[in-house]
């Protein structure tokens, strides 16, 4: 079952789903827009839709299976965009039987709308009177009306205003906004539609339903077994959260400092993941905090001020970095008030410190200078005219200012690894379809963290094979509503991946192999790659800003090296 929201009409209409059958989160927003969106179409316009789906395993209360898909256009890239989000928002919508949302058109008012999803179906509701609010206002206001059970996904000012880095928060199992659907802008595809919010209340829905639940159980334990006995997801992620790669980033080199100046951060320490949790601990904070339901690696946190009020929560590596180490900046209090900022305004957290790195290079603050740097995000929630060039990302930043060293692929931020000591990951910035993401073959793991083997970051031999590899079965992963986070046991405990496939195969009737399922992972790659190339994203945008390749990085004195006909080869299959 789908619901189909026009906005124009302010109709929403019931279908079968009977033409998406057999595809989840992932899979399933890549097939829409590819089928329903013209790729040539602007971002922002009647044209483009924006698509909610559930993964193959939502609702089953699988073990780290409550991610959500949203896809579309990226008004930042151009290209198709998958963005992932946790919370609670994916696991209830698996449990109503909801495959997917599509919202389409664009309203003829200047009136907003909240689009409530119960069991009793779907309707849109006009509310105006959020209109100006940001995220935990909006929030707050919408769990007043509706209760507290609810899981919702809003946009900030900047989603209203269509900043190209908006993105949509969504409320976690304790209805705080801290979890966000960040990449590619989709806040602002969400702003063109008049869609304030998006609220579901699963109250009265029916356990899902399984082809074999006795099945489904033994390869849920499978992964679950994986999940606790392998180091990364058992022990250094619940302690620590992702944070704990900044002094191991910082360490190997790879670090991006002062907007990719450096790859060591002298106040790395400072920022890491040890000291977010000393600090957490101090304060009456939270570390081993689930984002979704049926997380067993609870790597997110709650981060108090001194007086012990809670100031953000989620506070992740890319955000930390991002805000920290790329700016320059070692205060961990006010890394966390400018998370706090980008997740109530609703901008990407990455975009934005990226964006602001390229501000400093520019004049408009200097490295080091946290205060500044608040300010800066404070134009953004303001919309001046200068928040507008901020809230567009980094590219345009960049454009405005005349600023050469600005570190994006296909106008999107590329995150917390320096592309020339990690080369691995410099190659999914390169070659992947969304812009540069991390999440899309994050082969960190087998350069600096020897999970899945062991592959010399330095070195660019096996580099592409690597990331062919990931981005394959990272696209399959984002289509089961799995968190990627599993990748870490499944890449080295053979018994977890087994445990996913049979899963899968448990959930809906199937007899697919694994070989099956990272050909559904191709078969996404090539559709995105088709949905790109009909947009005029040819082969030769994947590749790095030229700096990478011209100016060695610092400890290890490093380019980026990989020649551009080799990444060519990446989608050879």
Not at 409 to 433: H, M, N, S
Not at 456 to 474: C, F, H, K, W, Y
Request: proline fraction near 4%.
């Amino acid at each position: 079952m789908l619901y189909r929201v026009n906005m124009r009409g302010l109709t929403v209409t019931k279908e079968d789903g009977s033409s998406y059958r057999g595809l989840g989160g992932r899979a399933l927003t890549t097939r829409v827009i590819g089928t329903e969106v013209d790729p040539n179409a602007h971002a922002l316009g009647a044209l483009n839709k924006l698509v909610i789906g559930p993964g193959l395993l939502s609702g089953t209360g699988a073990p780290n299976a409550g991610r959500l898909s949203l896809g579309g256009k990226s008004p930042l890239t151009g290209t198709i965009k998958e963005s992932n989000v946790g919370g609670a928002m994916g696991h209830k919508l698996g449990r109503m039987g909801i495959t997917a949302i599509i919202i389409e058109d664009v309203p003829q008012d200047d009136k907003l709308y909240v689009l409530k999803v119960d069991m009793q179906g779907a309707v849109l509701e006009e509310m105006s009177e959020l209109k100006g609010l940001d995220i935990y206002d909006t929030v707050a206001r919408l769990q007043a009306k509706f209760g507290g059970k609810v899981a919702i996904g809003a946009i900030g000012t900047a989603g209203e205003n269509k900043m190209t880095a908006a993105c949509i928060g969504f409320t976690d199992m304790d209805g705080v906004p801290l979890r966000q659907a960040g990449r590619g802008g989709l806040g602002a595809v969400m702003g063109s539609k008049g869609l304030k919010a998006i609220v579901v209340d699963d109250a009265g829905a029916p356990l899902v339903k399984f082809a074999d639940e006795a099945a489904f159980r033994a390869g849920a334990k499978k992964l679950a077994d994986a999940l606790l006995k392998h180091p990364v997801t058992s022990q250094g992620l619940p302690t620590y959260g992702t944070d704990v790669l900044v002094n191991i980033l910082s360490e190997a080199g790879g670090l991006p400092t002062n907007n990719f100046s450096s790859g060591r951060f002298a106040g790395a320490n400072d920022i890491g993941g040890e000291t977010l949790n000393a600090i957490c601990k101090e304060r009456g904070g939270k570390t081993g905090h689930g984002c979704s339901p049926g997380c067993i690696i609870r790597c997110s946190n709650i981060y108090k001020d001194t007086a012990g009020n809670q100031v953000t929560g989620g506070f992740e590596y890319e955000s930390v970095w991002s805000l920290g180490a790329n700016l320059g900046i070692n205060n961990l209090d006010d890394i966390a008030v400018m998370n706090k900022l980008c997740d109530d305004y609703g901008v990407d957290t990455i975009e934005m410190g990226v964006t602001l790195g390229v501000a400093m290079e520019a004049g408009l603050a200097k490295f080091g200078d946290s205060k500044a740097a608040i300010e800066l995000l404070r134009e953004v929630g303001k919309a001046t005219p200068l928040g507008r060039v901020l809230g567009s990302g980094a590219a345009v930043t960049g454009q405005v200012y005349g600023v050469r060293r600005v570190p994006v692929v296909k106008r999107q931020a590329i995150p917390a690894y320096d592309p020339r000591a990690v080369k691995g990951v410099g190659v999914t910035y390169a070659t992947t379809t969304m812009g540069a993401d991390h999440t899309a073959g994050y082969a960190v793991a087998a350069n600096i963290l020897g999970v899945g083997g062991k592959v010399d970051p330095l070195s660019s031999a096996g580099q592409v094979e690597l990331s062919r590899n990931l981005q394959i079965a990272t696209a399959f992963i984002d289509s089961t509503s799995l968190c990627l986070f599993v990748a870490f046991a499944i890449l080295d405990i053979p018994e977890g991946l087994e445990g996913i496939v049979e899963m899968c195969n448990a959930r809906h009737g199937w007899n697919y192999t694994l070989n099956d399922y990272l050909e559904m992972g191709r078969q996404v790659l090539r559709e995105e790659r088709a949905f790109n190339t009909k947009a005029g994203i040819c082969d030769d945008a994947d590749d790095l800003p030229d700096f990478f390749r011209t100016e060695p990085l610092p400890p290890h004195n490093v380019v980026f090296d990989i020649p551009r006909e080799e990444l060519k080869t990446l989608y050879n299959f």
